[in-house]
Every structure is written in structure tokens, then in C-alpha cells.
């Protein structure tokens, strides 16, 4: 059993700052990629910001210059900076984890968490 509990979304003006956690727990090989996703109401869930065992990492073009992605390995913990925060930056952030081989992380789900940004 694999859980990943996030944390720091909330209320922010904007042009504010949040700062994601994700931290994963259980039992857990071998994480490769650590990632986070979004979904606004009605759209599509998409692919935020990635970030590989290597440090690797991978950006949205909508939110590069303005987030950033990082982990600690040692905590199993994955973070996103979330800098110069606009509205349509509003939607549920999900993080997810790849394990083994896999470099997209898509294997374990944390459930969610709400990010708004008011104008």
C-alpha cells in the first residue's frame, strides 16, 4: 500500500506564492519520477511539472519561469513552488509518483488538493 498525502494548497491572491508537498509513504520500492498534476472544472487533468530520479526535470510551457519542481529523496518528498500565481492557476493539484522503470509518474495517486487564486 502506497500513500502520498499533500499539503499547502489554499486561498491566494494574485501574484502570491504557495508551496506544495507531497509526501509519499508505505510501501515503496523504488521511486523514480515524482510529478503534479492539475484539473480546473471542466478541463482536462494535465501534466504540471515533473522531476525525475536524475533531477530531471519537466514543465508545463503555462507555468514555466513561474513554478518549480524539487524533491528530497531521503523523506520521499516532492514540492512545487508556486511563484507569481495567476487565476487560471486555480484547480485541484494532484501529485503522483512513477516507480521502477517508469519515468512519468502515474503509478500512485495522492487525492487532491485545491489551489485558488483570486483576482
Known amino acids: 500500500q502506497v500513500q502520498l498525502v499533500e499539503s499547502g494548497g489554499g486561498l491566494v491572491q494574485a501574484g502570491g506564492s504557495l508551496r506544495l508537498s507531497c509526501a509519499a509513504s508505505?510501501?515503496?520500492?523504488?521511486?523514480?519520477?515524482m510529478g503534479w498534476y492539475r484539473q480546473a472544472p471542466g478541463k482536462q487533468r494535465e501534466l504540471v511539472a515533473s522531476?525525475?530520479?536524475?533531477?530531471?526535470?519537466s514543465y508545463a510551457d503555462s507555468v514555466k519561469g513561474r513554478f518549480t519542481i524539487s524533491r528530497d529523496n531521503a523523506k520521499n518528498t516532492a514540492y512545487l513552488q508556486m511563484n507569481s500565481l495567476k487565476p487560471e492557476d486555480t484547480a485541484v493539484y494532484y501529485c503522483?509518483?512513477?516507480?521502477?522503470?517508469?519515468?512519468?509518474?502515474?503509478?500512485?495517486w495522492g487525492q487532491g488538493i485545491q489551489v485558488t487564486v483570486s483576482s
Open positions: 522531476i525525475t530520479s536524475g533531477d530531471i526535470t
Open positions: 508505505g510501501n515503496i520500492y523504488s521511486i523514480n519520477a
Open positions: 503522483a509518483i512513477g516507480v521502477g522503470v517508469n519515468t512519468i509518474p502515474r503509478d500512485y
